[in-house]
């Protein structure tokens, strides 16, 4: 007996021994970058975890609340697999009013009615591309038997409301791809793209060669000048939600071949717009202009609510959508996401009001204080967002335990050969995941740095040192 309790004292020795010099090795770290000089400004914090127990192995500032840009995707994500399931699917419906004469002409109107599916267009599924759902909707209305259409396409995008950008995102990001607001009724995640060819030399305006899908009803205003050789892409689109006119300014480098991609001002009235050009090429003319919603409703105009529904498009599962979610950090699932919780639990879906679900979730499920998560959208774009590292780190070793765990950890993309959530905005660089070590103990991690100065590429490398601590 007494052999078995010195072995286990042992045991346990070498055990606490070995954690004292692992968190001892993360500390030694942590302390050498923030005496780096780019950090002489800088808040920072780090949280490491067990991540089979929840045991704290590390944590400095933890509840320090920072931005956390894209790692906030981790949160939005787990919150999403909670409350609507990894099989929750979107469902966006074709309808018509009126009535179909023997000749097929439909008296009445087309309705494209959104269900908030951010997938609707997308070509990263073989369901949602373009050509897929357009057809679709082609075969429905001529299976209706529908010839010609006496009314127009309605573009219905109610679900979400007008206010699709969330309060507290920038100017310079609203406009672009990755800044396009949250409507109900999404199309191609809401942008576009434009080709550009740079001037001769350095300085001189470029051209724009050609806009996919053309976008006949906006004007451009072209401000861009040619950049130098390998300064890449620096043109910023201007331009407010439901606007018609948009400015690009910045610079494109005279090396760069590639283009560059503005949100879409008003998805739902795009859509609408491409099924009537998709109906006129296969011989069924439409008699009226296009319309949505919102449109309709600032001319004081009412929808129809009879009827007839003629087709239901379904968006790749849950799963699928939060893979590219986390893996190309697509800002507008985030947000339809968190309106999506509003929605489903009968409230009001302004993003604020999404928030609150979020912050009461996890105050309910894990007891998080609702002020550590002080966030403003469900994507990181924000500079307002304050998380702090703790919770994110509580909130990733929670969800080990959950069936769908494994989708959402594959979700992660690989930085550094570890599976973790990036986050880049202005002076804003954060990394949230999760590590096994040459150990075999489980980690899970969240890391934030705040108002660094210099290159971003430089503290990149600096934070991986330390996160190299935990391999």
Same mark, same amino acid.
């Given at each position: 007996?007494?052999?078995?309790?010195?072995?286990?004292?042992?045991?346990?020795?070498?055990?606490?021994?070995?954690?004292?010099?692992?968190?001892?090795?993360? &500390?030694?770290?942590?302390?050498?970058?923030?005496?780096?000089?780019?950090?002489?400004?800088?808040?920072?914090?780090?949280?490491?975890?067990?991540?089979?127990?929840?045991?704290?192995?590390?944590?400095?500032?933890?509840?320090?609340?920072?931005?956390?840009?894209?790692?906030?995707?981790?949160?939005?994500?787990?919150?999403?697999?909670?409350?609507?399931?990894?099989?929750?699917?979107?469902?966006?419906?074709?309808?018509? @009013?009126?009535?179909?004469?023997?000749?097929?002409?439909?008296?009445?109107?087309?309705?494209?009615?959104?269900?908030?599916?951010?997938?609707?267009?997308?070509?990263?599924?073989?369901? $949602?591309?373009?050509?897929?759902?357009?057809?679709?909707?082609?075969?429905?209305?001529?299976?209706?038997?529908?010839?010609?259409? &006496?009314?127009?396409?309605?573009?219905?995008?109610?679900?979400?409301?007008?206010?699709?950008?969330?309060?507290?995102?920038?100017?310079?990001?609203?406009? #672009?791809?990755?800044?396009?607001?949250?409507?109900?009724?999404?199309?191609?995640?809401?942008? +576009?793209?434009? %080709?550009?060819?740079?001037?001769?030399?350095?300085?001189?305006?470029?051209?724009?060669?050609?806009?996919?899908?053309?976008?006949?009803?906006?004007?451009?205003?072209?401000?861009?000048?040619?950049?130098?050789?390998?300064?890449?892409?620096?043109?910023?689109?201007?331009?407010?939600?439901?606007?018609?006119?948009? %400015?690009?300014?910045? $610079? !494109?480098?005279?090396?760069?071949?590639?283009?560059?991609?503005?949100?879409?001002?008003?998805?739902?009235?795009?859509?609408?717009?491409?099924?009537?050009?998709?109906?006129?090429?296969?011989?069924?003319?439409?008699?009226?202009?296009?319309?949505?919603?919102?449109?309709?409703?600032?001319?004081?105009?009412?929808?129809?609510? #009879?009827?007839?529904?003629?087709?239901?498009?379904?968006?790749?599962?849950?799963?699928?959508?939060?893979?590219?979610? #986390?893996?190309?950090?697509?800002?507008?699932?985030?947000?339809? +996401?968190?309106? @999506?919780?509003?929605?489903? &639990?009968?409230?009001?879906?302004?993003?604020?009001?999404?928030?609150?679900?979020?912050?009461?979730?996890?105050?309910?499920?894990?007891?998080?204080?609702?002020?550590?998560?002080?966030? !403003?959208?469900?994507?990181?774009?924000?500079?307002?967002?304050?998380?702090?590292?703790?919770?994110?780190?509580?909130?990733?070793? +929670?969800?080990?335990?959950?069936?769908?765990?494994?989708?959402? %950890?594959?979700?992660?993309?690989?930085?550094?050969?570890?599976?973790?959530?990036?986050?880049?905005?202005?002076?804003?660089?954060? %990394?949230?995941?999760?590590? $096994?070590?040459?150990?075999?103990?489980?980690?899970?991690?969240?890391?934030?740095?705040?108002?660094?100065?210099?290159?971003?590429?430089?503290?990149?490398?600096?934070?991986?040192?330390?996160?190299?601590?935990?391999?």
């Amino acid at each position: 007996m007494r052999y078995l309790t010195t072995l286990l004292f042992l045991f346990s020795f070498y055990l606490l021994k070995g954690q004292t010099s692992f968190s001892q090795k993360i &500390k030694q770290a942590y302390e050498q970058l923030e005496a780096d000089p780019q950090m002489a400004f800088a808040s920072a914090s780090l949280t490491v975890l067990n991540a089979d127990n929840g045991e704290v192995l590390f944590s400095k500032n933890g509840n320090m609340g920072l931005a956390p840009a894209s790692s906030l995707k981790t949160i939005t994500a787990a919150t999403a697999f909670y409350l609507l399931g990894s099989d929750f699917t979107y469902e966006t419906n074709l309808a018509h @009013t009126g009535t179909i004469s023997p000749s097929g002409i439909l008296d009445g109107d087309v309705y494209i009615l959104g269900g908030g599916d951010p997938s609707l267009g997308s070509w990263r599924f073989d369901q $949602t591309k373009t050509e897929v759902v357009l057809g679709a909707w082609l075969n429905a209305i001529k299976n209706a038997g529908i010839k010609q259409i &006496k009314g127009q396409i309605i573009a219905d995008d109610h679900l979400f409301g007008t206010q699709i950008i969330p309060d507290g995102w920038i100017w310079q990001d609203v406009g #672009n791809y990755y800044g396009g607001g949250a409507s109900s009724l999404s199309w191609r995640e809401n942008q +576009f793209d434009v %080709y550009i060819r740079p001037g001769n030399k350095v300085g001189d305006p470029v051209t724009l060669k050609s806009i996919i899908p053309v976008m006949p009803y906006m004007q451009f205003v072209n401000e861009v000048l040619t950049g130098k050789a390998g300064t890449g892409d620096q043109v910023y689109a201007y331009m407010a939600p439901n606007s018609n006119l948009i %400015y690009l300014r910045g $610079t !494109y480098a005279i090396d760069l071949s590639k283009p560059v991609s503005p949100a879409i001002p008003d998805p739902a009235l795009d859509l609408s717009c491409r099924l009537a050009d998709t109906l006129k090429i296969a011989g069924i003319p439409v008699s009226k202009e296009t319309s949505s919603w919102r449109k309709l409703q600032s001319e004081n105009i009412s929808l129809n609510p #009879n009827y007839r529904l003629i087709h239901t498009t379904r968006s790749p599962s849950l799963s699928n959508l939060i893979y590219w979610f #986390n893996r190309k950090s697509i800002n507008l699932y985030g947000e339809n +996401f968190l309106k @999506t919780f509003a929605w489903k &639990k009968g409230k009001p879906t302004h993003t604020a009001d999404a928030v609150s679900i979020v912050k009461d979730f996890w105050q309910e499920k894990l007891n998080i204080d609702p002020r550590s998560l002080n966030i !403003y959208d469900g994507s990181g774009l924000s500079p307002a967002n304050r998380v702090t590292t703790q919770s994110m780190a509580r909130i990733l070793q +929670f969800v080990k335990k959950e069936p769908w765990y494994a989708p959402f %950890y594959e979700s992660l993309p690989l930085y550094n050969q570890m599976k973790m959530k990036s986050g880049s905005i202005a002076d804003v660089l954060a %990394y949230a995941g999760y590590h $096994t070590n040459a150990a075999g103990q489980n980690l899970v991690f969240s890391f934030m740095i705040n108002n660094y100065n210099g290159s971003t590429a430089a503290i990149r490398q600096k934070m991986f040192r330390v996160l190299d601590e935990l391999k």
